[in-house]
């Protein structure tokens, strides 16, 4: 039940209705008995769009527990290529929890477990919606659109690799540093060597050549950054501190010029 519910909440937020594999239509009562549901083998989803244009092509969930994991399965009728999420039930369960407002119940088992300094809920149900929509739900939809001759959603994940490369490369580094932080597909993309090689190049102009002692390239850029605006702090540091002593000098009358000891320029 709990990762019925879980899936559910995302596929009907994401555009999916239920719907009835034999009448080919939706359900009448699809909020009520929701427990007995979840042990149907099979879930069918469609788009509202392509029930009122007369069509049946619909995608089937399906639900595998493997030991403290369950994983769930999502392919087209009738299709060949099958998505699938691997969720852990015990997250899973504070997941729901949060979902829905059950807040002291959460508490509750966050202290039993020892886990309410490690565990944040409302990161971990933001993880989660990600998860399930990004690894499932998602390419579900855009298969279900492209068979039904609707227009797909906008995906940057399914384009091309080359293509996604190319379009990574014009993004800055600080913008491919938040894009990472969006899905795991994306980190993925983001966390290439070449591509950190890149941004190097670009922000500081040459490329290290020597051994990087088991550095990748994205560690290099940071470290290298982190320097660059050390750097610059210590600069505006000494410009502040010869302007204050500029206009400690003249208050107490020893110079009255600033060419007496030199007038305070930005570096």
């Given at each position: 039940m709990l990762f019925g519910l879980t899936i559910r909440a995302v596929l009907l937020d994401s555009g999916f209705v239920e719907t009835n594999p034999v009448s080919k239509s939706l359900n009448?009562?699809?909020?009520?008995?929701?427990?007995?549901?979840?042990?149907?083998?099979s879930l069918y989803y469609t788009l509202p769009k392509i029930i009122s244009s007369g069509k049946n092509e619909t995608?089937?969930?399906?639900?595998?527990?493997?030991?403290?994991?369950?994983?769930?399965?999502?392919?087209?009728?009738?299709?060949?290529?099958?998505?699938s999420v691997l969720l852990d039930k015990y997250s899973l369960s504070l997941f729901s929890t949060v979902v829905?407002?059950?807040?002291?119940?959460?508490?509750?088992?966050?202290?039993?477990t020892n886990t309410a300094?490690?565990?944040?809920?409302k990161k971990e149900v933001l993880k989660y919606w990600k998860q399930i929509k990004d690894e499932l739900v998602l390419p579900l939809l855009r298969d279900l659109c492209e068979?039904?001759?609707l227009e797909t959603p906008p995906c940057f994940m399914g384009l091309p690799d080359e293509l996604k490369f190319k379009i990574s490369e014009s993004v800055s580094a600080f913008d491919l540093a938040r894009v990472s932080c969006v899905s795991s597909r994306l980190r993925c993309l983001a966390s290439s060597?070449?591509?950190?090689?890149?941004?190097?190049?670009?922000?500081?102009?040459?490329?290290?050549?020597v051994d990087n002692g088991g550095r990748t390239y994205k560690?290099?850029?940071?470290?290298?950054?982190?320097?660059?605006?050390?750097q610059t702090q210590c600069m505006w540091a000494s410009y502040f501190y010869n302007y204050n002593m500029t206009q400690t000098l003249l208050r107490l009358g020893f110079c009255t010029h600033y060419e007496r000891i030199g007038s305070p320029?930005?570096?």
């Amino acid at each position: 039940m709990l990762f019925g519910l879980t899936i559910r909440a995302v596929l009907l937020d994401s555009g999916f209705v239920e719907t009835n594999p034999v009448s080919k239509s939706l359900n009448a009562n699809s909020n009520s008995n929701v427990e007995r549901k979840w042990y149907i083998p099979s879930l069918y989803y469609t788009l509202p769009k392509i029930i009122s244009s007369g069509k049946n092509e619909t995608v089937m969930i399906r639900f595998q527990s493997v030991g403290s994991y369950c994983r769930i399965y999502g392919c087209l009728v009738g299709g060949t290529t099958v998505h699938s999420v691997l969720l852990d039930k015990y997250s899973l369960s504070l997941f729901s929890t949060v979902v829905w407002a059950n807040c002291e119940r959460v508490i509750v088992v966050m202290k039993a477990t020892n886990t309410a300094t490690k565990i944040q809920p409302k990161k971990e149900v933001l993880k989660y919606w990600k998860q399930i929509k990004d690894e499932l739900v998602l390419p579900l939809l855009r298969d279900l659109c492209e068979i039904a001759g609707l227009e797909t959603p906008p995906c940057f994940m399914g384009l091309p690799d080359e293509l996604k490369f190319k379009i990574s490369e014009s993004v800055s580094a600080f913008d491919l540093a938040r894009v990472s932080c969006v899905s795991s597909r994306l980190r993925c993309l983001a966390s290439s060597d070449e591509l950190w090689m890149r941004k190097y190049d670009e922000h500081f102009g040459e490329v290290v050549c020597v051994d990087n002692g088991g550095r990748t390239y994205k560690e290099i850029f940071v470290n290298a950054w982190d320097w660059e605006e050390y750097q610059t702090q210590c600069m505006w540091a000494s410009y502040f501190y010869n302007y204050n002593m500029t206009q400690t000098l003249l208050r107490l009358g020893f110079c009255t010029h600033y060419e007496r000891i030199g007038s305070p320029r930005l570096p």
